[in-house]
């Protein structure tokens, strides 16, 4: 008890001295639009009360960023955010700092410094690894998984036709980006559905629940005070879980690379040999283990965190609006039909580039419903933005949310669903005006598998299937990601 009380001093005396510290950076952002403070927490006590709160809270912060074209300020404690969701600002941000504030942290015990948390030392020295690992020709020779695991996926909705709402999601593609993931990124063939347990999902999605929580409560922000919570026990246990899955999708890809060492079979159509995410780290780790078994492991669960949520949640917004949309279905359609010409074959990478209606509703669907709804930088030198200078320290929450959303951006019809928007001269002007993938130095390195697998279900999906929704009754959360927090039913009936 006397320990914890001398901690719980020591906590006081650091911030008491923080706050003395920073007061010069506090001036330099008075005048920028902020929630009511209060001593130790800042404004944090305006984000606690569960993801329905946050998604309400993080529109009212982007309606304000819209009428006043300034920066909002969040304190955590005595540390400032700055929300930005300004094209001119996220460039001047995204293209200056590859820095990550110390919350990101949080999610050590889970991904480690994996490339989306690492501390930029580490990440500058990584990205040159695994930088170019999902470059066009390795995400083009995984165009035939694509299509088989799409297929498969396609087959599996066919048992919901005619049936009541289901959950589309958890049921069907959270396994479908996974077990991709894991056969492509990963490069593990043989994959068998007993991985994704619904013990693996509850706990992944726990963890994220987590972390969030810790995240907005200032309290649990010291490790050592975290580590006294039963929600840090909690946290552990659902890591564990997790981690038994990544652990044994690289055993199983160490054996399987012992058996193909003597027959190359991974090539690319010009017949170089192509590596995996996980086989680069394996190689690493053989030749002169730059990347130990404990830092492998963690970035395979950086690629499964980066990847399987965000595509698999982004598949299910779009047959949300598609299903809700006939018109627009309808359209995506008669596309697929042009190009397929009423024939079951697979999609092949040509293909891809023709799909201009398809990938104008998956960038309109991710507009409207970023899986990343807000990501992050640290400010490691001070620096000028269009409207106030920015002291060092400081952070910025770079907006995808707020920005896709945004009127002076999209203009007046900037809440309607309207994939037209990015065909012909309609396309947005601006190259920092969707936020999606982030922007800059430290952008989403996925982007082009993300949607080559998804235009692949889609065409798949659509040749096949009807989708019909109540997206109208679509209600919105937010924890690490944009979530539905009015769950994730949809419909399914056959083309006919
Ligand atoms: C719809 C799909 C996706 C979306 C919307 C998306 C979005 C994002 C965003 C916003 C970031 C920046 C996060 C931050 O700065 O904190 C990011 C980073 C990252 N993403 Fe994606 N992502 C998608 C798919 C993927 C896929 C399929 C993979 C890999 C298979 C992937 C791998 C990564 C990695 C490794 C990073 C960290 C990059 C770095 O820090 O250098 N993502 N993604």
Known sequence: MVTLLLLLLLVVIAYGLTYVYRRPARALLAGLPTYSQLPFIGNMHWFMGGGRLLYERFSEISEVIEKTKLPFVIWIGPYPVLVISDPEDVIIVTNSFVEKPYFYNFAQNWVGNGLITAPVKVWKQNIKILGSTFNTSVVGSYQNIFNVQARRCVEKLKKEVGGE???????????????????????????????????????????????????????????????????????????????NVSELVITKRMREREMEKENAKNETSDGRPIKSFLDILLDHN??????????????????????????????????????YKPHIQKKLYDEMQEIFGGTKRSVTKGDLSQMKYCEAVILETLRMYPPVPVSFRYADKAIQLKSCRVPEGASFGINALGAGRSRRIWGPDALEYRPERWLGAERPGHPAAFLAFNYGRRACIGKKYAMALMKTFLAHCVLELEVHSRADQLRLKMDLGLKAASGHLIQVGLRT
């Open 286 to 323: 053989e030749a002169n283990l730059s990347f130990t078994e404990k830092e492998i492991k963690f970035e395979v669960n950086t690629i499964i965190v980066g990847g399987q949520e965000a595509v698999s949640i982004t598949l299910f917004y779009i047959l949300l609006m598609i299903g």
């Open 165 to 243: 709402p289901f959950d589309v999601l958890n049921k069907y593609l959270t396994l479908f980006t996974l077990e991709t993931i894991c056969q492509t990124a990963l490069g593990v063939l043989d994959i068998s559905e007993s991985i994704v347990t619904n013990e693996y999902c509850d706990a992944f999605n726990r963890i994220v629940e987590l972390l969030n929580g810790r995240g907005f409560n200032i309290f649990k922000h010291p490790t050592f005070l975290y580590q006294l919570t039963t929600d840090y026990r909690e946290l552990q246990k659902c890591i564990a879980v997790v981690h």
